[in-house]
């Protein structure tokens, strides 16, 4: 990525125009992403939502396995608009090359397990995804985001 490509204005902005500027690279970038998501997010729920619901008799439980993955999904929507800041819409193929590293290599069992519950969960996804910071690091950076940003996270 390049920083001289930048799709958009580069400012100091409250946390709701963060918010808004996500929403607005949404509704500007809606049908890659939405490609994207209904070639790989939906057959991998389908098929999950398929081979549990019968072998645990119970829809329910089957739902709330799909729910808890959701760290998975997100990490596909985060690699999408990362890319596409900076005027890099990613193609599926792109995006399933980078499968390996936005699963395995971003410690998703956190994710998954210890994170899993946190209200500013989308905070600290990029942190880890973008950024790369792991440990005490990803500690100390988290920690300096909760002090202002904290509520803007949960609500969002």
């Known amino acids: 990525m390049q920083i001289e490509r930048i799709a958009l204005a580069i400012r100091p902005r409250n946390e709701w125009e963060a918010i808004d500027l996500g929403t607005t690279l949404l509704q500007t970038h809606w049908r890659a992403f939405l490609s994207i998501w209904i070639s790989l997010v939906l057959p991998f729920i389908a ?29 596909i929507c985060l690699y999408f608009f990362s890319r596409a800041v900076f005027g890099e819409i990613p193609t599926i193929r792109q995006t399933i090359r980078a499968l390996p590293s936005l699963l395995f290599k971003l410690n998703l069992l956190t994710s998954l397990t210890l994170t899993r519950l946190s209200l500013v969960r989308s905070a600290s996804l990029p942190i880890s995804q973008l950024e790369g910071l792991t440990g005490s690091a990803w500690y100390k950076r988290m920690r300096l985001l909760d002090k202002t940003n904290r509520r803007f996270a949960f609500w969002l």
Do not use: I, S
């Open 47 to 75: 098929l999950l939502y398929a081979v549990l619901t019968p072998m645990v008799d119970n829809p329910w439980l089957a739902a709330f396995v799909v729910w808890w993955l959701k760290p998975v999904y997100d990490r």
